[in-house]
């Protein structure tokens, strides 16, 4: 059996909030589990104590038996101190878009402009 520790959608439409399960992956998202292990509030402001709550003994038994916990969850698993904090590589989401670099293109032409007409003056009233 593939176990998973995921996020199972509640709460109404706009206002999610999420059980953390461990289950079978083949199973639906919001359908059967094994076992609820914590909760997280999206809603919350991040600073909040409240946002995600987990029992971390059960957590770390699931680990132990072999379940794999999702993307959302290992994130939350690291800021707790249960996982080991994985290297993440996204080379394209640090690179600016075509606007962001024409825009900066444009400034830094601006700026060599506005450098030439300044040193301009100080040439001028250096040969006098």
């Known amino acids: 059996m593939a176990l998973k520790i995921r996020l ?19 199973m639906p998202r919001d359908g059967r589990f094994i076992e609820k292990l914590g909760v997280y509030n999206p809603l919350l402001p991040k600073d909040s104590e409240e946002r995600v ?25 690291e800021a707790a101190g249960v996982l080991t904090k994985k290297e993440r590589n996204n080379p394209k ?21 506005a450098a030439e007409a300044s040193a301009a003056p100080a040439e001028e009233a250096a040969a006098e």
Do not use: C, H
């Not at 199972?8 to 083949?26: L, N, W």
């Not at 709550?53 to 698993?77: C, F, H, N, S």
């Not at 989401?93 to 402009?113: F, L």
């Open 8 to 26: 199972a959608r509640g709460g109404s439409k706009k206002r999610p909030f999420y059980r953390i399960v461990a289950t079978d992956s083949r």
């Open 53 to 77: 709550k987990m029992d971390m003994e059960r957590v770390k038994y699931w680990l132990g038996e072999g379940a794999q916990p999702t993307d959302r969850i290992a994130r939350m698993l």
């Open 93 to 113: 989401s640090g690179t600016p878009g075509k606007k962001a670099v024409e825009r900066a293109e444009e400034k830094a032409a601006k700026a060599a402009e």
